[in-house]
């Protein structure tokens, strides 16, 4: 009789031959980010142009000692939950500074973003409610919706007249109606309306929550949602999640989200560095300037639009095309990694290129060079 461990080995290599054959099998590779954007693998350094250290805090010196200071101060693990013994006292200082940020009452610290989104969307719709959702959300958004048991209407991409169709039917329950939207869209690097999204909550009695993921300390635009999560792990450099919002609401999610309160709390480590980057983003705004004139001046080199935010995606369709200009790219010392389904929608595979404070502006007029447009898509050229 074969032992389940062949059994679960003949079943893997089952699923991996399949992603294999459709272009689709995911690997990782050992990489070691340092300063100045850069990144090594195989003993190879390269630039880095696909991470979301937009600002570069997760190699700022400050940033690197108040996580070493934390660890010091208050030990290298939380040791419970948040709820029991693992709220280190950086937990609060954090919140206090997250909520005056979002100018919204009050907030509250999660594991992950991801951790936050699956958490906070169940504590506000549930069975007989309806949540209300951009196609290009996030997994975590999705997950949230679906754990929550209530049921989920997909509106068209930025569209607020397919949103408001939706709202319309939704308002016919009588259930409540949760709209979620990202601040900046994760793989397309495009903003959502949120004006006219929160005035369709308003008509039809709705709320309205973003995911400020890729917005949080780069892109500074008005969000009127009440209710805002974001990460502390992109643009702020260290690890973690946010919810903010009226402060009875982040009171009940201290008793109700299970992503907070069956899990341990983070690291005090990480709480000191996120803090510290905090400090750093409000001492030091040109990276916030330069990360966008960065995104900025790769558009005009390569003849696209002007960019809303550090977001480039640069659409090529096909997996194993986009497998290949990765490939070319990093032979040329630029790491793009490819960005494939299901993370984004399938023929629309991309390379998904971020820009930092920390890229020379010589290196993106060096990459704008070897990304070439042609009219039958993008073309990608090897190095001279
Ligand atoms: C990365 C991301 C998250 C998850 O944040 P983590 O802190 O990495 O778990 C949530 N939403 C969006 C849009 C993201 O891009």
Redesign the pocket.
Known sequence: MASQSDDIARYAHGVLDRLEADGLRRQMAVTRRAPGGSAVRDGKTMVCFCD?DYLGLSQHPRVIAAARDAAAAFGAGAGASRLVAGNAPLNEALESRIATLKGLEAARVFG??????IGAIPVLAGRGDVIVLDEL??A??RAGAQLSGAETEIFKHNDLEDAEAKLRQAAKGDGRTLVLA?TV??MDGDLAPLAGLNALCDAYGAWLMT?D??GFGVVDQANPAPIQ?G????ACGA???YVAGPKPFVDLLTSRARSLVFTTGLPPAILGAALAALDVMADEPWRRARALDNAALFCREVGLPAPESAIVPLILGDPAATLAASARLEAAGFLVTAIRPPTVPRGTSRLRITFSADHDPADVVRLARLVGEATDGIRVEAAE
């Open positions: 979301n992950s973003g991801y951790l936050a989104n959300s996030h975590c958004m990202e869209y994760s995911d993921a890729h999560m990460t502390l792990s992109k690890y973690g999640g």
